[in-house]
């Protein structure tokens, strides 16, 4: 059976669910359940770095030769993550760690250094009875400030902490749980991504694709060039200026979107958002075909659309035309050359289309 | 020692050599966490032998490829149980850890498995994107008797799909409350409030659905609602998994797949 026993029981979860179970209208169940799941789960001092205490200290440093085209990888648990460049061949890794407990705490938290052959891996490491969210090293936090070559690779992960690259030339990865996330300068973002906290790109330029998103807080780039990009959010602003990309896929659950860019020939931008406003703002679009719809939003162009790929059609600032191919809330038109793809979906909130 | 997830499975399908089985026998009789595993194990056993077999969309298996990477052990393949030396052993650590561990490993796999299965059973039917769009009024014109019944039609399938939804949400929300585990308490505000944020997207669009049936924006509206919870409530299933492992550098790597899901 193996992992087949697990797939096939979830099946029956799905598939095989009593009819009373299928009622339609169980939000609030869901709600009711969810949150005895988040407050079992709810317990006092993790991740919090502090006590009542004065501030206690212990630094960390050490240099590790990696190469220039080594990778670096550092997972942190709390604690913030500043990554720079600086020349040579060597990492240079500088921690302190902080309580405001006990000092002892401070040696129950290690930092290992895994040193091959151009690659280098620092771990923060808790005593065992980390888990024991009550513990006394709970209350222990590490920053970490890092000085890589320009071209190493980065990953870089965190719990509790943000995380901040700057000019790494290599490929990056950052991520966290809790905590903001801002690369800049950074060519080859492959993701950025956190639960909690903002996403801030600038200066990306990457032949690949990125991806960036939040589950609350807000995602902002500009100029960023990729040949795709995914964003994503539940709960937080999208708003990305001075953007060029080949494919766009935004989805928002609550928070306006706004795209400020080019469009490329033959490029697809898909943006999903259920309440917000979505804005697009197009830099000399040479042309689109776009699909747009909303339940209760309105949708307006400043750009002239030819309704339904009829040119008889044309409109100005504000677009109306054949039944079948716009009503108050839909609209299916061209512009231009129609070389590109636009398509726009909201439930309340209004499109936007204008020339930027 | 506690058998690992691999012997137990094993002895759930009746396929230990009577050696083993009785090793596993003994070691059950004393040990009530391994019975309630091997009990659970058979639950799943004869419940999948009643599922109608489907074949999954390609973009299913993506997901449940990331679940399965988030359990290494799967791939490793290491068993170790004390009972039979040809077997091998497990590295150090408590039989309980292990057990928490083997749970772990299933549980993962049914938080994939959830979404496999609703995307078998929804995503091929109900396709709305390359509809042309069908109002109310579009319904109700000349020539609109056939309209009318493919919007039922339409809705019919949507009552369907959000059956399914709802029964995925229902099953992926049971498997986390059974984990009492133990997420930053931040965190676990942001997750909370952001499916309620989720849940107030999708009761808004299921009014609009009941209003207005035949309204592709609030069909399609209320059906990335429900792929977009399923897919925060199986990361968050997967980071309490990883946090409860103590793996909190996987927990961080969950969160790189902690995106809004529905494409």
Redesign the interface.
Known sequence: ?????????????????PAA????D??QD??I??????R?????G??QGRNNGPEQTEHFSRKVKIGRDGRFSL?N?AGDIVVTTGGGDEVSIDAVKKTRGDKSELARVQITVDDRAGRVDV?TEYDQD??D?GSRTNHVSVDYTVTVPASVSVDL????GSVKATGVHGSV?A????GNVTLTDVPKLE?A????GDVLLTGITTDGDL?A?S??GSLRAKGVKARGI?L????GDINVSDVTCERL?V????GNVEYAGTIAKSGRYEI?A??GTVRLLLTNPAGFELNA????GSIRSELPLTIGGDSSARSGSTVRGRR?AV?S??MRATYGDGSATLVV????GDIIIAKR | MHPNETILNDYADDLLDPVERAGVDQHMAACAACRQTVEDLREILGAASELELREPPVRAWSRLERAIKMEPRLESGARGFPLDGARGRQPGGSGGARLKGSRSMWIAGLAAAAVLVLATAVGVRYLPANRTDATPAAASAPGGAAQSGAAQSIETELRQAEAHYENAIKGLEAIASSEQSELDPRTAATLQKNLAVIDQAISESRAAVRSQPASEPAQQSLIDGFKTKIGLLQDTVALINEMRKGNEAGAARIASGLKQKGT
């Open positions: 059976m193996r992992v087949t026993a697990p797939i096939v029981f979830a099946g029956l979860a799905l598939v095989a669910a179970a299928q009622d339609h169980h939000d869901h709600r359940v969810l949150g005895d799941i988040i079992t789960s709810l317990k006092p993790a991740y997972s648990i771990r980390r888990r969210r992960h965190s719990i509790s990865r991520d966290t749980i809790s993701a991504k956190t639960v909690s991806t998103s589950v609350s995914d994503g959010i539940i709960s896929g989805k928002s659950v609550s999903n259920h309440s719809n909303s339940f209760s079948d009503n809330h839909s979906r909201t439930f309340s």
